[in-house]
């Protein structure tokens, strides 16, 4: 049996993957992503050689959770950890409404529209 190696991305095109662009000249904010780093324990990228952060398939989904929880929720900072200790796991008050609910419908949509936007490619 083989064993399935992640890919691992750097810090900027982590940014750039969440939109995390200065909008003035263009460049990656890596430094949400260092700040975030001190805030959520659970994130916690491969430092290599140099200080170079490397961001496993693991790493992204918690950027993707905090990222949700903070630009799609409005939470602050202080919320946002709560609900990442927390294990999203008391966040169901009610199924439709919930956080937890919220963030995989959105996890669904924007896969939905990865893949109509593929198929848009294949058929030309």
Not at 49 to 72: C, H, P, Q, T, V
Not at 101 to 122: D, G, M, Q
Request: avoid cysteine; hydrophobic fraction near 35%; aromatic fraction near 8%.
């Amino acid at each position: 049996m083989t064993k399935k190696i992640d890919k691992l991305l750097n810090i900027s095109e982590v940014a750039l993957k969440f939109g995390l662009i200065n909008k003035k000249n263009g460049k990656p904010l890596t430094h949400t992503l260092r700040f975030w780093e001190t805030k959520f324990k659970k994130l916690k990228p491969t430092i290599l050689a140099g200080g170079r952060r490397y961001y496993s398939a693991r790493d992204i989904e918690i950027i993707n959770m905090i990222f949700f929880l903070l630009k799609k929720q409005s939470l602050t900072i202080n919320g946002a950890v709560k609900a990442m200790n927390s294990g999203l796991k008391h966040l169901d008050e009610s199924k439709t409404s919930s956080i937890k609910a919220k963030y995989y419908i959105n996890k669904i949509k924007n896969k939905s529209n990865e893949i109509l936007n593929r198929i848009k490619k294949l058929n030309g």
